[in-house]
């Protein structure tokens, strides 16, 4: 295939599976570039476009985008979800989300998360006290929720109390049963009476990666015993009026509706006997689990979810009315901790292919020369040979060359020059026998593996560590495309490998519609030419979980609203710029004003011992000096100018 054949915006967008797990949001315009559409309609915002205007901003890459129109529809979405499915089902009470903010702690994005929430009274969770601490002073409708998760000692207690004296709806969810009898003592202490929840802990176990976060066996939640035993302790405290919320969690990406059916059920019930036992509950808080169709195959996959939000919603609503009805109890109000479906579709992040690794495709085929090894000439006369009839036969000859060839060299009777020859003739031949295979009914396994192998390795200019640590840590699965040019065939087959200095560091694992595939479908790569490689659905949990490896830091990044009146559509709200080399430094313990003082009595000492004139001497250490301000990651203008 030729990069440059014909290719219509279609194929491409069948290609990349764009359209299933875009949701709506992305698509491919004529120009052969990602475009977004953050509302789901008309307007739309060409990827290239951003990257052409944070080129101008001087905006080094890799690059987070964050739509910030996308995140209020996923808000409204899922708000008016709920709401349709209530007034269908004649529910008898209301929704009221919560944003947990482990999810993405950026004040930004909660604060706008919040804001698009406002005629729904959508809220707020945290799960430790520096999480509190910013959900208390941003949380202001009293109408809303703000619901603490997570282990609590007397300080953070404290904090949440202090929310109850400001009329704030703060709900201490006990996690433990320790945990009840120390809120109602700092609760007397303070002398406020608090709202509590309970966490059940459901036999009903999740699915996915997260499942261990649910279940009999998780580390969070009262068992039935316990839940008993806490019923008891706030009647005897006379505080049976202060629970008001049950609560459980199954996992953060739950992939089959049947498992979430289960343990709303089951925690209906809990809710319904639990009432019964003379508290004045209110509200039933179904935790997280509301997936992301990262792959758009809609199966049971890890990395998929088999049910679309309105069955979703319509499931858990149908449910808890079904058991409260049978139970003879008042419909509670429906909360959920939907954190990853509302935030993952919003960012987008851009990377800059600096080279490609290429196992096949620019050396042109040897010539053999008079005096070389047998070898050389033996294997140019198979690839000289092939055909379709005996083309796996003509494999195993070139591998079983090539194996002679590494015995004879590791022997030393073979120079360079003739092994890679060899080297090169045996890539060729391998790149011809997939292609004889291409159209086979049947490909053998021995065939995939050589067709893997031929795959490129694509330089990125980012760290996996930094910006997708789910996928180096539990191979999450992210849709990931090239931005632009998808109105050329890509002609090349490889895997992404980051500039970090880590074998782990790469991409190797693709989303596919029957499986995962090994390597993805990219246009060549040519020297002095940006190639931009996007990763869709990262704006769940990546940002703020991404570590130091290497001491790159976070990314910079561009904020964008939709603008009818603006020429292009759109404009940026906000640049944030990434880390600093200084700023990485100084989180590890380096004095950068004692890196530059020990540096200067280096230079200081080679001038004294002429070395260095004082003038170079300058240059360099200023040179030095403003290396510690630059953005950790690579740039490659100077480069691509010089190249060009």
């Not at 054949?5 to 290609?15: D, K, N, Q, R, T």
């Not at 909660?110 to 999480?131: C, M, N, R, T, Y």
């Not at 499986?515 to 040519?526: F, G, I, Q």
Request: charged residues 25%.
């Amino acid at each position: 295939m030729q990069s440059q054949s014909p290719f219509e915006i279609s194929e491409a967008s069948e290609l990349y599976n764009i359209e299933r797990w875009g949701g709506g949001y992305f698509g491919i315009n004529p120009s052969g570039n990602v475009t977004v559409y953050p509302k789901r309609n008309g307007e739309q915002i060409d990827l290239m476009e951003v990257v052409a205007e944070a080129r101008h901003r001087k905006l080094a890459f890799p690059l987070v985008v964050r739509f910030h129109d996308l995140l209020r529809d996923r808000v409204e979405t899922i708000n008016k979800a709920f709401a349709n499915a209530i007034g269908e089902m004649g529910y008898g009470a209301e929704y009221r989300g919560v944003f947990p903010i482990k999810v993405n702690q950026l004040r930004e994005v909660v604060e706008e998360i919040l804001d698009a929430g406002k005629p729904w009274h959508f809220g707020i969770e945290g799960g430790s006290k520096p999480e509190l601490l910013a959900a208390l002073a941003i949380h202001t409708d009293p109408e809303s929720l703000l619901i603490c998760n997570g282990y609590k000692d007397t300080s953070f207690i404290r904090s949440a109390l202090i929310g109850r004296k400001l009329n704030k709806k703060v709900i201490l969810v006990v996690e433990k049963l320790e945990e009840l009898s120390h809120v109602l003592r700092v609760s007397k202490e303070m002398g406020v009476e608090p709202m509590i929840g309970l966490r059940v802990r459901l036999l009903s176990k999740g699915a996915g990666k997260w499942a261990t976060s649910g279940g009999e066996n998780a580390k969070f939640g009262l068992s039935t015993a316990e839940l008993v035993e806490a019923s008891d302790m706030l009647h005897a405290a006379g505080l049976a009026h202060c629970l008001n919320l049950v609560h459980f969690h199954v996992g953060s990406q739950v992939p089959d509706i049947v498992t979430i059916k289960r343990a709303v059920r089951e925690a209906a019930r809990f809710y319904a006997k639990l009432s019964k036992m003379g508290h004045d509950l209110g509200y039933l808080d179904v935790g997280g689990g509301l997936g992301v169709d990262y792959d758009g195959s809609r199966t049971t996959f890890d990395s998929s979810m088999n049910y679309s939000l309105e069955e979703y919603v319509r499931d858990i609503v149908y449910t808890v009315k079904e058991v409260c009805d049978s139970e003879s109890v008042a419909h509670p109000t429906l909360v959920s901790e939907s954190g990853r479906a509302i935030v993952a579709q919003h960012s987008v992040l851009i990377v800059e292919t600096f080279g490609a690794i290429e196992k096949t495709g620019r050396t042109p085929l040897p010539v053999a020369q008079e005096g070389e090894p047998q070898l050389v000439t033996d294997i140019l006369e198979i690839h000289g040979n092939l055909s379709p009839q005996d083309r796996l036969e003509n494999l195993h000859d070139a591998q079983e060359m090539r194996e002679r060839a590494q015995s004879m060299f590791d022997l030393g009777l073979l120079d360079l020059r003739a092994k890679a020859k060899i080297e090169t003739v045996y890539w060729q031949i391998a790149a011809a026998i997939v292609e004889l295979f291409r159209d086979a009914e049947h490909i053998p396994e021995d065939v995939r593996e050589i067709e893997i192998a031929l795959g490129d390795q694509y330089l990125c200019n980012f760290s996996v560590f930094q910006s997708l640590l789910d996928h180096w840590a539990l191979g999450q699965l992210f849709p990931v495309m090239p931005i632009h040019r998808l109105n050329e065939r890509p002609d090349r087959n490889a895997t992404l490998v980051d500039i970090t200095c880590d074998s782990d560091g790469k991409v190797a694992k693709f989303i596919d519609l029957q499986d995962v595939k090994e390597t993805l479908p990219l246009h060549r790569w040519h020297p002095g030419e940006p190639y931009y490689i996007g990763f869709f659905l990262a704006g769940a949990y990546q940002d703020i979980m991404g570590d130091l490896h290497n001491l790159f830091g976070r990314v910079n990044e561009m904020h964008i609203y939709l603008d009818e009146d603006e020429d292009s559509g759109y404009y940026v709200e906000e640049i944030l710029p990434g880390s600093t080399i200084g700023q990485v430094l100084t989180l590890t313990q380096w004095d950068v004003k004692e890196l530059a003082r020990q540096m200067k009595a280096q230079t200081d000492a080679a001038i004294k011992s002429d070395r260095l004139k004082p003038n170079e001497a300058m240059r360099l250490l200023d040179d030095y000096e403003k290396s510690l301000t630059l953005y950790t990651y690579l740039n490659f203008d100077d480069q691509h100018k010089a190249q060009k």
